[in-house]
């Protein structure tokens, strides 16, 4: 199987939501996961703290927050193990982020020569 990361967009103010909002996208999360899991689909992943850094160009200029000029920041990401892009899109689709306006980007992850060996 190839491992594919899937990337969680979501508007900047995610965090504000109600903390009833929050626990509901929280626990959708948990059961999808849950699911991923049972069905040998999931390696890894975890939702990403609002605030952070951002470097940018050759003289190393450092923003505040990934998404500074952007309304839309990444607030999580999962890894998934599928046997095409195809198959972990459908996979991705699952996604509750989604029923909560975000958008998900799933991407290959290649694997250098030291990880194939093991």
Known sequence: M?????LIREHSDYGSH??????EEIEE???WVEKLIEEGRFKGGNPLDAAGV?????DRVQTDGPFVE???CISGFYFLLADSLEEATEIGKGCPALDFGATIEIREVFQTEDESDE
């Open 2 to 6: 190839k491992e594919f990361l899937l």
């Open 18 to 23: 109600s903390l009833q909002e929050m626990q």
């Open 29 to 31: 999360h948990l059961n």
């Open 54 to 58: 951002s470097i940018k160009g050759k």
């Open 70 to 72: 952007s309304k839309e």
